[in-house]
């Protein structure tokens, strides 16, 4: 059993930053990876951005190059950087890890913070 919080999320204005946090309950060592998705009103949740144990990355192609997945593994901690936001990145963003279970594995989601960008 995993818990993650997210926190971080806010108002901000368009071209302004923020750092999202994902705390884990236990170590996040042995994920499978974890991973930042958002969600927005009247729309499917997204991935954002994910990171893989062995520190591989990947990001939508909206958000490559202003925002960041970066972990901390002695704090069990995940985070996003967002730099350079734009209206369209207000959604709710969600925490994921994908914790290896039995012969497979088990997909962990956080409550979700509020991002939201004024123009």
């Known amino acids: 059993q995993v818990q993650l919080v997210e926190s971080g999320g806010g108002l901000v204005q368009a071209g302004g930053s923020l750092r999202l946090s994902c705390a884990a309950s236990?170590?996040?060592?042995?994920?499978?990876?974890m991973g930042w998705y958002r969600q927005a009103p009247g729309k499917l949740r997204e991935l954002v951005a994910t990171?893989?144990?062995?520190?591989?990355?990947n990001y939508a192609s909206s958000v490559k190059g202003r925002f960041t997945i970066s972990r901390d593994n002695t704090k069990n901690m995940v985070y996003l950087q967002l730099n350079t936001l734009k209206p369209e990145d207000t959604a709710v963003y969600y925490c994921?890890?994908?914790?290896?279970?039995?012969?497979?594995?088990?997909?962990?989601w956080g409550q979700g913070t509020q991002v939201t960008v004024s123009s």
């Open positions: 994921k890890a994908v914790v290896p279970a039995g012969r497979g594995h088990y997909d962990y």
């Open positions: 236990r170590s996040i060592s042995s994920f499978n990876y």
């Open positions: 990171l893989t144990s062995d520190d591989r990355t």
